[in-house]
């Protein structure tokens, strides 16, 4: 297992639409060692494989509160079939977006199809913050960002941020 740099706000690799996986290959069992490695590492509840620069459409998450139990949960092409109508606001952040949390509101529940490590399909329902953590990571699948999810000027704001620390950092 390795643990992988972060792609970080503006790199523009977080706003690609990642490829489905197709089948779970060995290569794939790696890829997702690696991104719970990088996960737990940073530390954070969810990761996108294009967190780490690999456009594939595989997450995984842990929302587990109990204090040193691991509960790695892996998605491999992860799709949300039904969501509530109720939602709920959680105070979101990103590792990609690092020291920076605004509320987001998203359904409170969602049901999600998605293929395991061993490749078999499987269907779950999931509520609260775990229900949060595969929506924000989901959306990373298709190059959209919490940040998105907040007002225009907030938004404009954070990106302003991130723009100009990657400016200084370069020069
Ligand atoms: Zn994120």
Redesign the pocket.
């Known amino acids: 297992m390795a643990i992988l740099p972060l792609v970080i706000l503006p790199d523009q690799r977080l706003r690609l639409v990642s490829e489905p996986v197709g089948s779970v290959t060995a290569e794939i069992r790696r890829l997702a060692d690696d991104m719970l490695e990088t996960m737990y590492d940073a530390p954070g509840i969810?990761l996108?494989a294009i967190?780490i620069g690999v456009a594939k459409r595989l997450i995984t998450v842990d929302t587990s509160k109990e204090e040193n139990v691991r509960r790695p949960q892996v998605f491999i092409d992860p799709v949300i079939t039904w969501a509530s109508e109720e939602t709920r606001g959680y105070d979101e952040g990103?590792?990609?977006i690092p020291d920076y949390y605004a509320e987001v509101t998203r359904p409170d529940r969602v049901r999600v199809r998605f293929r395991d490590l061993d490749g078999a399909e499987r269907e779950i329902e999931a509520d609260g913050l775990l229900a949060t953590c595969i929506q924000?990571?989901i959306d990373?699948l298709d190059g959209v960002?919490?940040v998105d999810h907040i007002s225009k000027l907030k938004r404009d704001r954070v990106m302003k941020k991130f723009a100009k620390a990657a400016k200084r950092d370069a020069a």
């Open positions: 969810g996108a967190q990103c590792l990609s924000h990571e990373h960002l919490f």
